[in-house]
């Protein structure tokens, strides 16, 4: 499940933006004549979405993105409307939620005044050695589960100075798309080990557009395997309170 009370979003100034899948979707919802993307990928906040996850049934346990199409914390999303988001967060605790974001300063900014709900994985895109940075800011922060979404894996970052310190969990996964930059598999293979040694729980999500042996495929064929094995590690969450 994703819930997109934002869509849209602009360059956060590191290479994981460049081919931005979102951008890309967002234009052809706008083609379509989809209302929520009458803006195209101007940032834009929807209050008629706050209700959506309480219409879910309590009863059922899973798992939320938030959001698939834009970024909580971008400067243009106002602080007002993070809390209303936050709150449908606590409101809703059958649901656990992973919240992505590329603006980590202002994540860590609104934590260190704000709780963070018991049922909010908290997340940062770090694809790039630039944007180590994001890992720093996201170790400050109490949170429950603290991950990274290596995704487009665009370098070597195991041997770049990732710290992988105080993070539960990394997902990692090769660009899709005509324009596709390709993943190596030692850079992968680095950060299963980088994750091992540090207790991080990994995740290998995809190949992409290149599989493991170099070659452009669809996705779906190259499959999720790395080095023949299936990955999809999952972290178990601290108490916090």
Not at 149 to 173: K, Q, Y
Not at 174 to 198: F, H, T, V
Request: hydrophobic content about 35%.
């Amino acid at each position: 499940m994703s819930w997109n009370p934002v869509t849209g979003c602009s360059h956060a100034g590191t290479d994981e933006c460049d081919n931005c899948y979102a951008r890309s979707m967002a234009s052809r919802l706008e083609g379509m004549g989809n209302p929520r993307y009458s803006n195209g990928f101007k940032v834009t906040c929807h209050p008629e979405a706050l209700k959506e996850p309480l219409a879910t049934d309590p009863n059922k346990e899973f798992m939320c993105f938030l959001p698939s199409m834009g970024d909580l914390f971008h400067d243009d999303v106002r602080e007002s409307f993070i809390d209303q988001v936050i709150g449908v967060v606590m409101s809703t605790p059958w649901i656990t939620y992973q919240i992505l974001t590329k603006r980590s300063a202002r994540m860590a900014s609104y934590f260190s005044s704000h709780r963070c709900p018991a049922n909010a994985w908290l997340g940062v895109t770090c694809g790039c050695k630039k944007s180590l940075v994001r890992v720093d800011d996201l170790r400050g922060i109490a949170a429950p589960v603290r991950w990274l979404s290596i995704e487009p894996c665009l370098s070597d970052l195991a041997n770049e100075g990732l710290d992988l310190t105080g993070i539960d969990w990394i997902i990692v996964g090769g660009e899709s798309g005509q324009r596709a930059r390709p993943m190596e598999e030692s850079w992968a293979m680095n950060l299963k080990q980088l994750a091992d040694a540090s207790g991080t729980s990994f995740f290998f999500k995809q190949w992409g557009t290149w599989g493991e042996d170099n070659v452009r495929r669809s996705k779906e064929a190259n499959g999720h395997l790395l080095g023949g094995v299936e990955y999809h590690n999952y972290p178990t969450p601290r108490l916090i309170y």
